[in-house]
């Protein structure tokens, strides 16, 4: 069971908000910009989810929330729904050491059941018909990206996408919400059969079960990034270019070669990607690949050994749970093994919505730049987008220039001061509640090293030990050039998990605040099957 410790005083009256469904999204808090965007396609997918189940939405008002620039999702109405029109089992959770239920609910007696019986098979057959759906979603996706990418931006252009990138990015969205909301459910499910063993006990169960069987996007980034290293260790030149660490004009100056063209293949399917992929203010690999070529020249030079795919053990599992309950536990391993696939593909999908929003979004502070509505470029990210919107359409006049400069100059400061603080990982009311564990175990395996700091890794050593804030996505790129990987937030679900127990790289999350501060070079020992990291 997860536990949770509350951190401030408050009213508990109101519904119950978590962070951890957007997390991999939201790796810090977001931009104005960023925010609103997320927050509104977020409602929008969730919105989209419930109405094909059939289980009777309201109006998407109260779905999603930002709190000091992160997004929080109403769990409340997502397990009243879930459990009144598919007898779902509303989650139990734990504060300051007592157990509550996330909703009041009775189990359904006979006919009920049988009622609520069918909208269970309707959750297995929408989430099957999305994971069919999921190759035409990125196929379209991306070539909207594309067709956005290669727009002059008139104004009417910029006009016509704006009206766009909500629907885009909410039809992106729908099957990552899908495939995470109902693995969120079946961990908390097995947290609860596995009770009263610790969190992290039952984590490294849950991840000695799952192995490195899951084939994701991450782990095909990270095998291509292991290629390029390959390729360019090959070749002199490109290794020369590479230590040079000049990538400003990287198209022109990279040497020819088949090193060139393995990179070539990597920014045609990967280029949308980056760090921080939620935060639109962010680059993208094919804006700023300078962490990319970090990774690379690592891997060029002499990457870790790999071990190899951890392999799938589900018996120490099934051996710790009621005999009569392990073949749902067998079932809620392998739906968890499809939804880690499906969430990963998802997540690609969404990359390339984000990406096209970005190239929307300057092509606007372009336009705002013009006569003087906004000071820079990155500025526009401190706007929501329906003030963005204002401002393209004249309802946000040029002649409320000092309103709109001293609007900006004001969440500026708000962004800074959010994202000198650790988030909630629940509000419960009013109620702010934190994680207090030390860590959880992501990836089994031990490894010591020197931290790097996944943000501004430049020069890695060879006994790198990964640092992030979340277990994102596009951080797999540089599993491959670590020994392990530790992160302060997150979950065993996250992206990143997957890919480390394919690559057979140690992991631990939610590590705790100290990974947040933790000095660049500092000796670190992981033990991903303990979950513990150790500062030397």
Wanted: charged share 20%; aromatic share 8%; proline share 7%.
């Amino acid at each position: 069971m997860i536990e949770f410790t509350f951190s401030s005083s408050g009213s508990e009256t109101g519904p119950v908000w978590g962070s951890a469904l957007l997390a991999p999204l939201a790796p810090d808090a977001l931009t104005p910009f960023s925010g609103s965007l997320l927050t509104e396609i977020a409602a929008r997918a969730w919105y989209l989810y419930y109405d094909r189940l059939g289980f009777d939405p309201s109006p998407r008002s109260g779905i999603v929330r930002l709190h000091a620039g992160h997004p929080f999702v109403n769990l409340t109405l997502s397990a009243t729904l879930d459990a009144e029109h598919a007898g779902v089992t509303p989650p139990l959770l734990r504060l300051d050491g007592v157990t509550r239920p996330l909703i009041a609910w009775e189990k359904p007696g006979f006919w009920a059941g049988m009622k609520l019986a069918r909208g269970a098979r309707k959750i297995e057959e929408v989430l099957h018909s999305l994971q069919q759906e999921l190759p035409e979603i990125i196929a379209r996706t991306a070539a909207w990206q594309s067709r956005v990418a290669g727009l002059r931006w008139s104004q009417a252009e910029v006009l016509q996408i704006m009206e766009e990138i909500e629907r885009v990015g909410a039809t992106a969205l729908l099957p990552y919400f899908a495939a995470r909301h109902n693995l969120e459910w079946a961990y908390r499910r097995l947290l609860a059969l596995l009770a009263p063993r610790p969190e992290a006990e039952a984590a490294a169960l849950l991840v000695q079960a799952l192995g490195g069987a899951a084939p994701t996007v991450e782990l095909e980034m990270a095998q291509h990034v292991q290629r390029l290293g390959q390729n360019a260790a090959a070749q002199p030149a490109v290794r020369a270019w590479l230590k040079a660490g000049t990538f400003e004009t990287w198209q022109t100056s990279l040497p020819s070669g088949a090193f060139a063209e393995e990179l070539q293949a990597f920014m045609a399917r990967y280029g949308q990607r980056g760090l921080h992929e939620g935060e639109i203010a962010a680059p993208r690999w094919s804006e700023a690949p300078d962490i990319l070529f970090a990774a690379i020249r690592a891997c060029a030079e002499g990457a870790p050994a790999a071990n190899g795919a951890q392999p799938a053990d589900p018996q120490p599992l099934l051996a710790a749970v009621d005999g009569k309950v392990r073949k749902e536990v067998q079932q809620l391993v392998a739906q968890m093994q499809t939804l880690l696939t499906m969430q990963s593909q998802a997540l690609h999908a969404v990359a390339y919505s984000l990406a096209g929003t970005r190239q929307w979004a300057l092509a606007a502070a372009r336009e705002a730049l013009t006569d003087h509505r906004i000071t820079s470029l990155d500025a526009i990210f401190f706007y929501e987008v329906e003030e963005v919107k204002e401002m393209m359409t004249g309802e946000w006049n040029v002649s409320d220039r000092h309103t709109i400069h001293a609007t900006a100059e004001e969440r500026q400061q708000w962004v800074a001061a959010w994202r000198r603080t650790s988030p909630p990982a629940l509000i419960w009311g009013e109620r702010e509640a934190t994680l207090p564990t030390a860590g959880l175990p992501a990836a089994a395996g031990r490894a010591e090293g020197c931290a790097v700091l996944a943000a501004k890794a430049r020069d890695w050593p060879a006994d790198a030990i990964l640092i992030t804030q979340q277990p994102e996505s596009a951080a797999a790129i540089l599993l491959p050039a670590t020994r392990a990987f530790v992160t302060a937030q997150g979950s065993p679900l996250d992206p990143l998990c997957a890919c480390a127990r394919s690559l057979g790289r140690p992991g631990v999350v939610a590590a705790g605040a100290a990974m947040k501060t933790i000095a660049p070079t500092a000796h670190v020992a992981v033990d991903g099957a303990l979950g513990k990291v150790t500062i030397l």
